[in-house]
């Protein structure tokens, strides 16, 4: 594992109960002060939410929150100046929870929308990614995205694919989990017939587990992970928006991309030309 300063994060399982389930006004958090490190008004720490099972981005080894994400937001703290204050939660309460003020930051793969961006700010783009399909090796029936009309198909619950089956195969019949193992298992055991999920997760799946699932179709709806800050923090938006540019210019982004996906990321061009633009 690359060796960098980690920065302390203190790990707390959020039940989603708690959290508000339907879009409410923004509350600030501990975002905003007019004290603490870097510049502008940027605080010593900041709440930062994650989810705990998207494998490589974030996923629990060893009693240690690790991946991709990991790396990348310490990396991003460690440039900016400020600590990070880890708490682990559902994928679906991270919004509800940014706006509420439970969290100032989170990092998830979240994939940047126009209806998240009502609700949240993003930083600039630091991942490029695709929604895929898999399905059992021996269903030889899908070969698109057209083909899950009329079957049941597993995905996250408030996950960005699970908008996109609504919206490009309405007669699907979705269903949702909050947790992947669950999704996975859904489509082994057979109670349901595909799954459809951000590419990078299904790939690794498959490549790393003992599975019977394949993937099949083109990737679809191009995607952009943006980490997410409660509205109200412009100035920690443009520091890390500035701490990934100086990432991505000094290679220590491809660095961390290297060594999680095992290769150069293939679109760092764009990256950099998306930091140069904002």
Known sequence: MISRTRRSTTVAALATATLAVGLVGCAGGDGGGDEGGG???LEDSYTVATDSSFVPFEFEQDGEHVGFDMDIVNAIADEVGFDVNLEVTNFDGIIPGLQTGSFDIAIAGITITDERKNAVDFTDPYYKSGTRIAVPESNDSVEAIEDLGGLTVASRLGSAPLDYLAENVPDAEAL???QLDQMYLAVEGGSADALLYDAPNVE???????TDLKVVGDLYEAQDYGIAVSQGNEDLVTAMNDALATLIENGTYAEIYEEWFGEQPPWLDELAASADEN
């Open 39 to 41: 510049s502008g008004n």
């Open 176 to 178: 949702p989990f909050e």
């Open 204 to 210: 690794y799946y498959i490549q790393t587990t003992d």
